[in-house]
Protein backbone atom coordinates (compact mmCIF):
# COMPACT_ATOMS: atom_id res chain seq x y z
CA UNK A 1 0.00 0.00 0.00
CA UNK A 2 1.30 3.34 -1.39
CA UNK A 3 0.11 7.02 0.46
CA UNK A 4 0.46 9.93 -2.88
CA UNK A 5 -0.24 13.34 -2.33
CA UNK A 6 -1.54 15.89 -4.57
CA UNK A 7 -1.34 19.60 -3.44
CA UNK A 8 -3.79 22.48 -4.91
CA UNK A 9 -2.02 24.42 -7.58
CA UNK A 10 1.11 21.68 -8.53
CA UNK A 11 -1.25 21.57 -11.81
CA UNK A 12 -2.76 17.57 -10.73
CA UNK A 13 -5.50 16.46 -9.58
CA UNK A 14 -6.67 13.36 -7.59
CA UNK A 15 -8.45 12.16 -10.73
CA UNK A 16 -5.22 12.41 -12.67
CA UNK A 17 -3.40 10.66 -9.99
CA UNK A 18 -5.76 7.65 -10.13
CA UNK A 19 -5.33 7.24 -13.76
CA UNK A 20 -1.43 6.96 -13.46
CA UNK A 21 -0.25 3.33 -13.91
CA UNK A 22 1.83 3.10 -10.30
CA UNK A 23 -1.09 3.64 -8.28
CA UNK A 24 -3.00 0.12 -7.39
CA UNK A 25 -6.21 -0.52 -5.45
CA UNK A 26 -5.44 -0.13 -1.42
CA UNK A 27 -3.46 2.90 -1.82
CA UNK A 28 -4.33 5.79 -0.87
CA UNK A 29 -4.23 9.47 -2.18
CA UNK A 30 -4.24 12.78 -0.19
CA UNK A 31 -5.68 15.66 -1.30
CA UNK A 32 -3.76 18.27 -0.05
CA UNK A 33 -5.45 22.11 -0.47
CA UNK A 34 -3.87 25.71 0.52
CA UNK A 35 -6.54 25.43 3.46
CA UNK A 36 -7.26 22.79 6.20
CA UNK A 37 -11.07 22.70 5.83
CA UNK A 38 -10.72 21.17 2.29
CA UNK A 39 -8.12 18.02 3.48
CA UNK A 40 -8.92 15.18 1.86
CA UNK A 41 -7.85 11.58 1.99
CA UNK A 42 -8.98 8.80 -0.58
CA UNK A 43 -8.72 4.97 -1.18
CA UNK A 44 -8.25 3.46 -4.17
CA UNK A 45 -10.97 0.89 -4.58
CA UNK A 46 -11.91 -1.69 -7.27
CA UNK A 47 -15.93 -0.94 -8.95
CA UNK A 48 -18.29 -3.00 -10.45
CA UNK A 49 -16.78 -2.80 -13.83
CA UNK A 50 -13.10 -3.80 -12.27
CA UNK A 51 -11.89 -0.33 -12.84
CA UNK A 52 -9.73 1.91 -10.63
CA UNK A 53 -12.17 4.33 -8.48
CA UNK A 54 -11.98 6.85 -5.42
CA UNK A 55 -13.57 6.41 -1.77
CA UNK A 56 -13.34 8.98 0.68
CA UNK A 57 -12.05 7.65 3.55
CA UNK A 58 -11.13 11.11 5.40
CA UNK A 59 -11.71 14.96 5.33
CA UNK A 60 -11.91 17.95 7.62
CA UNK A 61 -15.56 17.48 8.28
CA UNK A 62 -15.57 13.87 9.12
CA UNK A 63 -12.51 14.84 11.88
CA UNK A 64 -14.66 17.38 12.97
CA UNK A 65 -17.41 15.28 13.23
CA UNK A 66 -16.10 12.68 15.19
CA UNK A 67 -14.91 15.48 17.51
CA UNK A 68 -18.06 16.66 18.25
CA UNK A 69 -19.42 13.31 18.99
CA UNK A 70 -16.66 12.35 21.42
CA UNK A 71 -17.31 15.75 22.72
CA UNK A 72 -20.95 15.02 23.13
CA UNK A 73 -19.91 11.36 24.83
CA UNK A 74 -17.98 13.11 27.37
CA UNK A 75 -20.85 15.48 28.12
CA UNK A 76 -18.56 18.91 27.07
CA UNK A 77 -18.66 20.41 30.24
CA UNK A 78 -15.84 20.18 32.79
CA UNK A 79 -15.80 19.05 35.74
CA UNK A 80 -14.93 20.72 39.37
CA UNK A 81 -11.92 18.88 41.42
CA UNK A 82 -13.45 18.06 44.86
CA UNK A 83 -12.21 19.01 47.95
CA UNK A 84 -10.82 21.86 46.54
CA UNK A 85 -12.74 25.69 47.59
CA UNK A 86 -12.55 27.99 45.47
CA UNK A 87 -13.29 30.58 48.22
CA UNK A 88 -10.29 32.87 49.84
CA UNK A 89 -9.91 31.80 53.38
CA UNK A 90 -10.17 34.65 55.80
CA UNK A 91 -8.83 35.86 58.95
CA UNK A 92 -11.96 36.85 60.65
CA UNK A 93 -12.22 36.73 64.03
CA UNK A 94 -8.68 36.40 64.42
CA UNK A 95 -6.07 39.59 65.25
CA UNK A 96 -3.40 39.77 62.98
CA UNK A 97 0.26 40.28 64.31
CA UNK A 98 -0.58 38.31 67.67
CA UNK A 99 0.74 34.62 68.58
CA UNK A 100 -1.33 32.96 70.40
CA UNK A 101 0.35 31.28 73.63
CA UNK A 102 -0.74 28.25 75.46
CA UNK A 103 -1.27 28.71 79.30
CA UNK A 104 0.53 26.09 80.94
Known amino acids: ?7 EGDGNSVQKQLQKKDV ?3 DTIDFVPNN ?3 YERYQVIEDEKGEKALKL ?3 YDMQME ?3 ESDE ?5 KKR ?3 KSSKRKTTRGKKRGRKSCKRR
Open 1 to 7: MTNFSVH
Open 24 to 26: KVG
Open 36 to 38: QQG
Open 57 to 59: IDS
Open 66 to 68: RAD
Open 73 to 77: EVGGK
Open 81 to 83: RKG
